[in-house]
């Protein structure tokens, strides 16, 4: 069986592919939609993309897991293609200072794409323990100060969520 690495899934990514797949969010915030999408554009016409999974799964290497700290910073994107740019990242966590394994976060992104000059706004979730975590489009826009705002609009949503439980466990 073919061994698949980073070095060979970025020669083989389809960037066109890619922000056809990242342009449609699912509006869930769950799963690594964003790993998904990328391993799903790096098909080729010798391995599609269900044989491209089926080898990612049994190999020894997790490329997803060794990948993680470009989800939470956001620089997977410019990680993986030129074509994007950081413009801003917000970390929000709630405050369970009693028991850390217990702590959510948020790392929200604006990310800009010069090939389809679109604004995405991305988020990785971490819950609990890396196993709940996830990694997704939120939205797209055209219009960068719209970007700026729908992100603005979503971290108070989260910072409020954070506070309602804060309040509700007496902290």
Known sequence: MKKIDITYLKK???LKKFLKLIGKPSGI???????HDFINSCETKEIRSHQLW???DNQEKSIMWSLAN????GKF???????FKILDVTYI??????????????????????????????SYHGMHSTIND????????KNKQKAYDFMDV???RKEDKFEKRAKELGK
């Open 70 to 73: 470009k989800f939470t910073d």
């Open 93 to 122: 966590s709630d405050v369970d200072e009693l028991d850390p394994s217990l702590r959510e976060y948020y790392s929200v992104q604006l990310i800009s794409s010069k090939i389809n000059e679109k604004y995405y706004i991305a």
């Open 154 to 156: 979503y971290i108070l």
């Open 12 to 14: 083989n990514f389809d």
């Open 29 to 35: 915030e769950e799963n690594f939609e964003i790993y």
């Open 54 to 56: 089926d080898i990612l």
């Open 77 to 83: 994107f410019p990680f993986i293609s030129k074509n």
């Open 134 to 141: 996830s990694y997704n489009i939120i939205k797209s826009f």
